[in-house]
């Protein structure tokens, strides 16, 4: 098998490695691909947050990037009217329950969800989809990180990091659907719980969510 294949994205000759997940080969080669529950040291993506569609001739259906291996003579497609209307879909199904009160956010200016909503032109604030009740109280047990679920977008990448690189397994996903949140076993807080306090979640957090005390606005 060769080491590398050719590939064309926007219209770009690109020389990606084979095997490559097509999301990373963009991103390195500065194409921007909006992303935020992939992470590359990951085997299989979640592909849950619906971010990431391409166009790839010959198929017949936009692709999650983070899922596509690169194959020799690809030709990708990174903006088109059904991507776009993709991407602010799923955009906006993340923001209408997302605490959008930026300006205490610890991630302001440093947040993917501003990045993303920079690149494709989209607005922070939608009024498409209805916000639901829930609680959303902080946890600031740690000694140096809190945990505020009104600003997670559930992505999944603290719980990798909790599990793959820090090896704890303190946090994951409870409940289905709409009611999913991220939490530890029984609901426990982060200090009652196994969370070693390595502060991996608030490294790989792409938001606010997980986030350094002394980063707080407010
Ligand atoms: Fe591909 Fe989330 S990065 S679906």
Redesign the pocket.
């Known amino acids: 098998m060769n080491d590398y294949v050719n590939i064309t994205i926007d219209d770009r000759k690109i020389k990606a490695r084979a095997g490559e997940k097509l999301?990373w080969v963009a991103l390195d080669n500065d194409i921007y691909i909006p992303?935020?529950?992939?992470v590359r040291e990951k085997e299989r993506?979640n592909?849950?947050?619906?971010?990431?569609f391409v166009e790839i001739e010959g198929m017949a259906r936009p692709v999650?990037?983070?899922t596509q291996v690169v194959r020799e003579e690809m030709v990708v497609r990174t903006r088109s009217t059904r991507i776009d209307r993709l991407v602010k879909t799923a955009f906006e199904l993340l923001l209408s329950d997302h605490n959008l009160s930026c300006r205490e956010c610890p991630a302001n200016g440093n947040c993917e969800l501003q990045k993303i909503a920079k690149e494709r032109g989209l607005k922070l604030r939608q009024k498409r989809f209805k916000a639901i009740e829930r609680d959303h109280t902080v946890d600031d047990s740690p000694d140096e990180f809190a945990f505020d679920p009104s600003r997670c977008v559930l992505c999944g990448r603290c719980i990798w990091a909790d599990r793959e690189e820090a090896g704890v397994g303190a946090i994951g996903f409870a409940n289905r659907g709409i009611n999913s949140v991220i939490t530890t076993f029984e609901g426990v807080s982060l200090a009652e719980s196994i969370c070693t306090q390595c502060k991996l979640c608030v490294e790989a957090c792409p938001v606010g969510a997980f986030y350094y005390k002394k980063d707080k606005k407010a």
């Open positions: 999301l992303h935020l529950c992939a993506s592909a849950s947050c619906r971010l990431c999650t990037s983070c």
